[in-house]
T-cell receptor, first 113, second 114 residues
C-alpha cells in the first residue's frame, strides 16, 4: 500500500474553472514533488518542496500554483488551464531532496475541456 | 535535449525467460540511477537503484548493471513472470548538484507472455 495518497483520482475541468489537487504522505518525509506525465513523454518535474519551502520551479506556467502548508501535505492549485495541460499529475515524496528514493502517489488524471 | 533515453518503447518476453531493459544517459555528472515500475492507473513504484560507485546491484529477480564508460544501464529480470508486465522507467540524478531532481526516460512497456 502506498504511503502517498492523491485526490481526486480523476478531474475534468473547463478552461475557466479553478480547482485544486491534493497530495498527502504518511512516510515522515521532508521533501515533496509534483510531476506531470503527458502521453508518450517522460515524467517532467514541476516543483520541489523541502521542509515546506519551494526549492525548485521547473519553469512551470503561473496557471499552476503549488502550496505546501506542512511536510505532509502538498497542493496544486489550477486556474485558466489549457487543453494541452491535460495529463497525469503525480505527487512524490522522499526523505530529503536528493537522498533516498522517491515514492509516488497514484496520480490525478486531469482533462481540460 | 533528453538526458535519459529508453530507446525501446516496448518489449515482449516469454514467461520464465530473461527480460533486459536498457537505458542510456548523456550527463556524466549523474551519480545515482533508479528503476521504477508502473502499472496502469497507479503511480510509479520504486524497484531498484544503483550508485555510480558500483557496477551491479541485485535484489531477488532484479539486477541492475551500470556501465559508466558507455553511459548505459540495464535492468535484468530473471525469470520473468506475467505479473512483471508493466511500464518500466529508468531515472538518473546528480545528488550533489541537482537538489533531488530525477530525470526520467520515456519508459519501456514490458509484456511477459505465459
Amino acid at each position: 500500500e502506498t504511503g502517498v495518497t492523491q485526490t481526486p483520482r480523476h478531474l475534468v475541468m473547463g478552461m475557466t474553472n479553478k480547482k485544486s489537487l491534493k497530495c498527502e504522505q504518511h512516510l515522515g518525509h521532508n521533501a515533496m514533488y509534483w510531476y506531470k506525465q503527458s502521453a508518450k513523454k517522460p515524467l517532467e518535474l514541476m516543483f520541489v518542496y523541502n521542509f515546506k519551502e519551494q526549492t525548485e520551479n521547473n519553469s512551470v506556467p503561473s496557471r499552476f500554483s503549488p502550496e505546501c502548508p506542512n511536510s505532509s501535505h502538498l497542493f496544486l492549485h489550477l486556474h485558466t488551464l489549457q487543453p494541452e495541460d491535460s495529463a497525469l499529475y503525480l505527487c512524490a515524496s522522499s526523505l530529503t531532496p536528493g537522498q533516498g528514493e522517491q515514492y509516488f502517489g497514484p496520480g490525478t488524471r486531469l482533462t481540460v475541456t | 535535449d533528453q538526458q535519459v533515453k529508453q530507446n525501446s518503447p516496448s518489449l515482449s518476453v516469454q514467461e520464465g525467460r530473461i527480460s533486459i531493459l536498457n537505458c542510456d544517459y548523456t550527463n556524466s555528472m549523474f551519480d545515482y540511477f533508479l528503476w521504477y515500475k508502473k502499472y496502469p492507473a497507479e503511480g510509479p513504484t520504486f524497484l531498484i537503484s544503483i550508485s555510480s560507485i558500483k557496477d551491479k546491484n541485485e535484489d531477488g529477480r532484479f539486477t541492475v548493471f551500470l556501465n559508466k564508460s558507455a553511459k548505459h544501464l540495464s535492468l535484468h529480470i530473471v525469470p520473468s513472470q506475467p505479473g512483471d508486465s508493466a511500464v518500466y522507467f529508468c531515472a538518473a540524478s546528480n545528488r550533489d548538484n541537482q537538489g533531488g531532481k530525477l530525470i526520467f526516460g520515456q519508459g519501456t512497456e514490458l509484456s511477459v507472455k505465459p
